[in-house]
């Protein structure tokens, strides 16, 4: 992680050589303060961070890096009860870039929204004390595929990927693989279809991670499981010799399932699962 973090330095500091004297300096320095609805400025660029509730401004803090919807901003994932309730009283650092005309570069390697990404988080270390062994990437839609993106391209030191109803093109190589992958996508989903593999194969839209990862054919099936009481999922995962992959569907269309980054962060940090 420490390496990972010491790129998003060097990208930081190389955009900050853009910026206005008084725009540089720590959230503990001379920086605007920023917040929830206030962003940080980044250059043309901004983000949203939400200090999760009872932080006592000195514990290093694990990190989600969220990637927003299509048409939408990072102050909606700060107020959603499905993501920034969720970070809240897990004690995790919230972190929502915006994107460009409110959308996401996600089509093609060389997209400038990976390095934006990676100097948002530079600048969050320089702001807050950070838990680099605990940095995880989520997105929603057009944000799922720019954290597949972003992983696919500067996830070495990712805990995990915890993705939402959006991917990448399954045969796309990647430089870089998280710790884990986390996807969850729903079987009636026509925003960004549900991508069946050959001959109707549900677990395909893992199949990426599979092959990085050197997974086995089979993946093991654990079952139903359940946060909320009008859906539930059906989970496979696979323990594979480079990280584990680990693939949740739901019945549903294009949405953020209730409690799913929830209890994904409770597995992962190793919390009581609780809801939202």
């Not at 499905?82 to 093609?108: C, E, K, M, Q, Y």
Request: charged fraction near 20%.
């Amino acid at each position: 992680m420490k390496h990972h973090l010491a790129k998003c330095a060097a990208v930081f500091w190389l955009l900050a050589q853009t910026l206005p004297s008084h725009a540089m300096g720590p959230w503990r320095g001379n920086a605007a303060p920023c917040g929830d609805a206030v962003a940080c400025s980044l250059g043309e660029r901004s983000y949203h961070v939400k200090v999760p509730d009872g932080w006592d401004g000195v514990t290093a803090l694990p990190v989600l890096l969220h990637f927003h919807g299509w048409s939408r901003t990072g102050v909606h994932a700060q107020k959603s009860d499905r993501i920034g309730a969720s970070t809240d009283r897990r004690g995790v650092l919230l972190v929502t870039p915006n994107g460009r005309g409110r959308s996401w570069n996600f089509w093609t390697a060389d997209t400038e929204d990976v390095p934006f990404a990676e100097a948002v988080l530079g600048d969050v270390a320089n702001r807050f004390p950070i838990d680099a062994e605990r940095i995880f990437v989520s997105g929603y839609s057009y944000g799922s595929a720019m954290a597949w993106r972003y992983v696919c391209h500067s996830g070495a030191d990712v805990a995990a990927l915890l993705a939402v109803a959006g991917s990448l093109e399954q045969f796309e190589t990647c430089d870089e693989q998280p710790a884990e992958v986390r996807h969850v996508h729903g079987l009636a989903d026509t925003v960004m279809d549900f991508p069946l593999g050959p001959g109707g194969d549900t677990t395909y839209p893992v199949s990426l991670w599979r092959r990085d990862f050197d997974c086995p054919t089979e993946g093991a099936d654990l079952g139903q499981w359940q946060v909320r009481s009008f859906l539930t999922f059906s989970r496979i995962a696979w323990d594979c010799p480079e990280g584990d992959v680990v693939l949740d569907l739901h019945p549903g269309g294009h949405f953020v399932p209730h409690g799913w980054i929830g209890r994904q962060l409770d597995e992962l940090l190793g919390l009581t699962p609780s809801y939202p």
